[in-house]
């Protein structure tokens, strides 16, 4: 099951106490740890336990976005039939937002 590489990759990235500096200027993710902290936005492995049996799947890209004030996590997901699914979730109360088969 690909959830716990997941999981794992979502925890590492949570847990790092270290500034990285995002490559694309439109990725937050450097920013998630202190927003966790500030109570600002779910931390991912909460929306795992929430959207747990919609994000099977081996993950591909995580990147965080601001999209008209909301904070959105977007991952890039492969299922089981190698197919890529870009999913987007609110960060700030977990809403599932998109799902789309990534070209």
Do not use: C, F
Not at 22 to 46: F, R, T, Y
Request: aromatic share 4%; glycine share 6%.
């Amino acid at each position: 099951m690909m959830i716990g590489l997941l999981s794992l990759a979502l925890v590492v990235g949570m847990t790092s106490n270290s500034i990285v500096q995002a490559d694309d200027q439109d990725d937050l993710s450097a920013s998630i740890p202190l927003w966790v902290k500030q109570g600002k936005v779910i931390p991912l492995e909460s929306l795992m336990q929430m959207h747990g049996d919609r994000l099977q799947g081996r993950l591909i890209d995580l990147e965080v976005e601001q999209d008209e004030g909301r904070i959105i996590y977007e991952l890039e997901i492969m299922r089981e039939n190698s197919v890529v699914y870009e999913i987007k979730i609110d960060a700030e109360n977990g809403e599932w937002l998109e799902e789309e088969v990534e070209h």
